[in-house]
C-alpha cells in the first residue's frame, strides 16, 4: 500500500485513500510509530476550511485517543502553524488535514515529528506498514484512552512566533496591504497578524464556507489579489494558499511576483549583510534558469532538489543552507521555520522593503526569468508511470530534448499528489518552449485516450 506522495497523504475527499476509516489507521498507526516512552503522549491536530476537514479530524482524532494519546485540537491554522505548536507544546507527533492549493473536494494529511519537521521516507513506510491489517497496533486499556481538548490560546502563540521573525525596529505602519487568504486556514490569523504590525489591510479570501477554499483566489490564483490592490490603491498584495505555507506577492501596479523572484530578492539582501548560511539557495527542478544564473552573478549557488518543501528541507539541513524554496511560493527560511511559511515569507520581504525604502515595483523584479511554460496531462489514476514508459511518449521526449538543445532544459514529472503528468520546458526561444510543450503535451493525451489495449498494440 503506497499511501504517502510527495506532501503527506492526499486524495478526493470520503474516497480511498481520504475516507474516516483509514484516516483512523493513519492515526493508530502513527501513534504507534510515535509512542516512545512512559511518558504521556500529546498529538496536536490543525485542519483547513475544506467541509470534510471536519471528517478526517474526529477519525484521526479518535484513532489516536484509542492508542492512549491525549489530542490537542487548534481547529483552523496553517500548516507552519503546526509545525510550530508541536514543538512549543512538547507533543510527539503534529497532524495538519489539508490538501493545500487543491479544491474542497480533495484533503490530505501531513505528518511533522516531535522536531516540528515532516517524516522520514523510512517514518512514512513504517507507518505504512502498520498498516496492513495483520499488522494494525493494539489499542489502550481502557484505563489508558486518551483525552481530548480544544486549545484557545494557539493561533496567539504563532502570531507570536512569526511576528518575532522581524527586528523590533521593522513596523508596517503607513502600508496599505491587501492579503488573500484563499478563504482557507489563515483567514482571520494573517489580517490580524498584518494589521497588529502596522498596515492598514483590505482582506480577501476570508469568507471560508466549506466549498470555496482556494477557488479563483489565493497564490495559485493571483490575478483576484492583483485586481484587488489595483482597486484599493494599495501599496503590495499578499496572497497565500489554502493551508498557507505558501506565498505570491503583488506589488502596487498589480504586477505578480513569484517564488523565485521572492528568494532572489532575500537572498541578495542576506548575503550582503552576511546572513545568508550554506552559500546560496535550495530550490527544486522547477526553478527557472534565470534564479540560477542570478545567483551565480553574486558568486551564489543554486541547489536544485525534487519538486516539494520536504526535499528542500532535507537538502537545507544537509548542507546547512538557511534559505530555500519553491517558485510556488513555498519558501522556508530555517532560522525560524521547520517547513515552508507564507506569512514569515511575506514579512521578510517586507523587511528587506523596508531596509531599502523602495517599493516591490522597483526591487521585485531580480531577474528576468527564461521563458519557462508548464502544462499539466490529467491521466487515469494508476497510468502515469506506464505511460511515460511508452515508445510514443519516449520518442517526443526525446525530440523535445533535441529541440532545445543546449539553450534550455525540458522536465518530465509525475504529480506527488494527483493524477497529472506535468510538462515542464524553458529556454531563450519561447517560441520554441511553447512548440515543445505543446507536442509533448498532445502525444500525451493521445496516449491517455488510447487506452491501455491500444498501447499493448502499440508497443507490441
Given at each position: 500500500m503506497a499511501l504517502f506522495g510527495t506532501d503527506g497523504i492526499r486524495g478526493t475527499a470520503n474516497t480511498e485513500p481520504m475516507t474516516a476509516e483509514t484516516a483512523l489507521k493513519v492515526a493508530m498507526a502513527a501513534a504507534a510509530e510515535f509512542t516512545r516512552g512512559d511518558h504521556l503522549h500529546r498529538v496536536v491536530i490543525g485542519k483547513d476550511t475544506r467541509l470534510s476537514g471536519y471528517m478526517i479530524e474526529q477519525a484521526?482524532?479518535?484513532?489516536?485517543?484509542?492508542?492512549?494519546?491525549?489530542?490537542?485540537?487548534?481547529?483552523?491554522?496553517?500548516?507552519?502553524?503546526?509545525?510550530?505548536?508541536?514543538?512549543?507544546?512538547?507533543?510527539?507527533?503534529?497532524?495538519?488535514?489539508?490538501?493545500?492549493?487543491?479544491?474542497?473536494?480533495?484533503?490530505?494529511?501531513?505528518?511533522?515529528?516531535?522536531?516540528?519537521?515532516?517524516?522520514?521516507?523510512?517514518?512514512?513506510?513504517a507507518i505504512e506498514t502498520c498498516l496492513v491489517e495483520a499488522a494494525?497496533?493494539?489499542?489502550?486499556?481502557?484505563?489508558?484512552?486518551?483525552?481530548?481538548?480544544?486549545?484557545?490560546?494557539?493561533?496567539?502563540?504563532?502570531?507570536?512566533?512569526?511576528?518575532?521573525?522581524?527586528?523590533?525596529?521593522?513596523?508596517?505602519?503607513?502600508?496599505?496591504?491587501?492579503?488573500?487568504?484563499?478563504?482557507?486556514?489563515?483567514?482571520?490569523?494573517?489580517?490580524m497578524l498584518l494589521q497588529e504590525l502596522g498596515a492598514s489591510v483590505t482582506a480577501i479570501g476570508v469568507a471560508p464556507d466549506g466549498f470555496n477554499i482556494n477557488r479563483d483566489c489565493g497564490a495559485t490564483h493571483p490575478q483576484a489579489l492583483a485586481a484587488a490592490v489595483r482597486a484599493a490603491g494599495a501599496d503590495i498584495g499578499v496572497a497565500l494558499d489554502g493551508d498557507a505555507?505558501?506565498?505570491?506577492?503583488?506589488?502596487?501596479?498589480?504586477?505578480?511576483?513569484?517564488?523565485?523572484?521572492l528568494m532572489a530578492l532575500i537572498a541578495r539582501s542576506w548575503a550582503e549583510k552576511g546572513r545568508l548560511k550554506g552559500g546560496g539557495v535550495v530550490a527544486t527542478v522547477m526553478s527557472n534558469l534565470g534564479l540560477e544564473r542570478c545567483l551565480?552573478?553574486?558568486?551564489?549557488?543554486?541547489?536544485?532538489?525534487?519538486?516539494?518543501?520536504?526535499?528542500?528541507?532535507q537538502a537545507m539541513r544537509r548542507d546547512g543552507f538557511n534559505l530555500g524554496g519553491e517558485q510556488s511560493g513555498h519558501i522556508v527560511f530555517s532560522d525560524y521555520a521547520t517547513t515552508g511559511d507564507g506569512l514569515i515569507a511575506a514579512l521578510q520581504v517586507l523587511a528587506v522593503l523596508a531596509d531599502r525604502r523602495a517599493p516591490l515595483s522597483q526591487v521585485g523584479q531580480v531577474f528576468k526569468p527564461l521563458p519557462q511554460v508548464l502544462r499539466n496531462v490529467r491521466v487515469p489514476a494508476g497510468a502515469v508511470g506506464r505511460l511515460l514508459d511508452l515508445p510514443q511518449a519516449r520518442a517526443?521526449?526525446?525530440?523535445?530534448?533535441?529541440?532545445?538543445?543546449?539553450?534550455?532544459?525540458?522536465?518530465?514529472?509525475?504529480?506527488?499528489?494527483?493524477?497529472?503528468?506535468?510538462?515542464?520546458?524553458?529556454?531563450?526561444?519561447?517560441?520554441?518552449?511553447?512548440?515543445?510543450?505543446?507536442?509533448?503535451?498532445?502525444?500525451?493525451?493521445?496516449?491517455?485516450?488510447?487506452?491501455?489495449?491500444?498501447?499493448?498494440?502499440?508497443?507490441?
Open positions: 484521526m482524532t479518535a484513532g489516536f485517543l484509542a492508542m492512549g494519546m491525549d489530542v490537542l485540537l487548534v481547529g483552523p491554522m496553517p500548516t507552519p502553524a503546526v509545525a510550530m505548536l508541536v514543538r512549543s507544546f512538547r507533543a510527539d507527533l503534529g497532524v495538519m488535514v489539508s490538501a493545500s492549493h487543491n479544491p474542497y473536494q480533495d484533503n490530505g494529511i501531513k505528518l511533522f515529528g516531535p522536531d516540528g519537521y515532516k517524516l522520514s521516507d523510512e517514518t512514512e513506510a494494525m497496533p493494539k489499542p489502550a486499556a481502557p484505563d489508558k484512552i486518551g483525552r481530548a481538548r480544544r486549545l484557545d490560546d494557539a493561533a496567539g502563540r504563532y502570531v507570536e512566533h512569526v511576528k518575532g521573525t522581524i527586528g523590533k525596529g521593522v513596523t508596517l505602519e503607513g502600508l496599505k496591504i491587501v492579503v488573500d487568504c484563499a478563504n482557507g486556514a489563515a483567514h482571520r490569523l494573517a489580517p505555507d505558501r506565498v505570491i506577492l503583488c506589488d502596487e501596479a498589480g504586477t505578480v511576483v513569484d517564488g523565485d523572484q551565480a552573478s553574486l558568486g551564489l549557488k543554486l541547489i536544485r532538489t525534487p519538486v516539494g518543501d520536504r526535499h528542500v528541507v517526443a521526449i526525446a525530440e523535445g530534448e533535441k529541440r532545445l538543445a543546449s539553450s534550455g532544459r525540458l522536465l518530465i514529472r509525475k504529480s506527488g499528489t494527483e493524477p497529472l503528468i506535468r510538462v515542464m520546458a524553458e529556454g531563450e526561444d519561447g517560441a520554441v518552449v511553447a512548440a515543445v510543450v505543446d507536442e509533448i503535451v498532445a502525444a500525451l493525451a493521445r496516449l491517455s485516450e488510447a487506452g491501455p489495449s491500444q498501447h499493448r498494440k502499440a508497443a507490441g
